[in-house]
C-alpha cells in the first residue's frame, strides 16, 4: 500500500521526504500522503487517514519498511480494541506491491526534471496537484457534468 519518495531540496542540501500512497488492486489511487520523515507516527498518520477514507481494508501488501509494519500493528490494536470485529491482514510480498510501484512511477516522471523542491508546502501542493490529475486521467472520477478542471481545482484544494 506505501511506498515511494521525492527529493526536496533545501538551502543546505537535498532533503528527502516521502510519499505515501494507497492503491487498490485494479491500479486506482485510494490515498496519498506526503511526510518529512519516515517513521511510526507517519506510518500511523496515514493508515488512520488512508482507513478514514476509504474504510478498513481486507489485507494491505507493503514493502519491507518496518515502520510500515508498526503503522499497520498499532492500527491492528486500535481495530481490535473498538469493537469493530475486523483487523488487517499484513501481506510482505515482494511483487504483490509492483501495481503501486508503477503506478508511483508516473510522478517519478514528472518531479523528477524539477529537480527537487524549495520547501515542504510547495512539494506538498504540486505533489497533490499531479497526483489529482493522474487520478482524474485514468478515469477514477465519474464526472457527472463537471467539467475535469472544476473536479481537479476542489480536490487540490
Known amino acids: 500500500m506505501p511506498g515511494g519518495w521525492t527529493k526536496l531540496a533545501s538551502k543546505s542540501g537535498a532533503m528527502w521526504t516521502y510519499l505515501y500512497r494507497a492503491a487498490d488492486r485494479?491500479?486506482?489511487?485510494?490515498?496519498?500522503?506526503?511526510?518529512?520523515?519516515?517513521?511510526?507516527?507517519?506510518?500511523?498518520?496515514?493508515?488512520?487517514?488512508?482507513?478514514?477514507?476509504?474504510?478498513?481494508?481486507?489485507r494491505v501488501v507493503i514493502d519491507k519498511s518496518g515502520t510500515n509494519l508498526a503503522g499497520?500493528?498499532?492500527?491492528?490494536?486500535?481495530?481490535?480494541?473498538?469493537?469493530t470485529g475486523r483487523i488487517v491482514t499484513i501481506l510482505k510480498v515482494k511483487y504483490l506491491n509492483n501495481i503501486l510501484e508503477q503506478d508511483h512511477r508516473f510522478i517519478k516522471r514528472i518531479?523528477?526534471?524539477?529537480?527537487?523542491?524549495?520547501?515542504?508546502?510547495?512539494?506538498?501542493?504540486?505533489?497533490?496537484?499531479?497526483?489529482?490529475?493522474?487520478?482524474?486521467?485514468?478515469?477514477?472520477?465519474?464526472?457527472?457534468?463537471?467539467?475535469?478542471?472544476?473536479?481537479?481545482?476542489?480536490?487540490?484544494?
Open 26 to 58: 485494479d491500479g486506482q489511487t485510494l490515498d496519498f500522503m506526503l511526510s518529512e520523515r519516515r517513521d511510526l507516527a507517519a506510518a500511523r498518520r496515514f493508515f488512520k487517514q488512508a482507513i478514514g477514507t476509504n474504510g478498513v481494508p481486507d
Open 72 to 83: 499497520l500493528i498499532t492500527v491492528n490494536v486500535i481495530l481490535k480494541f473498538t469493537g
Open 111 to 157: 518531479t523528477r526534471p524539477m529537480l527537487g523542491f524549495k520547501a515542504f508546502q510547495f512539494a506538498t501542493a504540486t505533489i497533490a496537484g499531479i497526483d489529482v490529475a493522474h487520478m482524474i486521467s485514468k478515469g477514477q472520477f465519474a464526472t457527472n457534468g463537471i467539467a475535469a478542471f472544476q473536479q481537479f481545482a476542489a480536490l487540490a484544494a
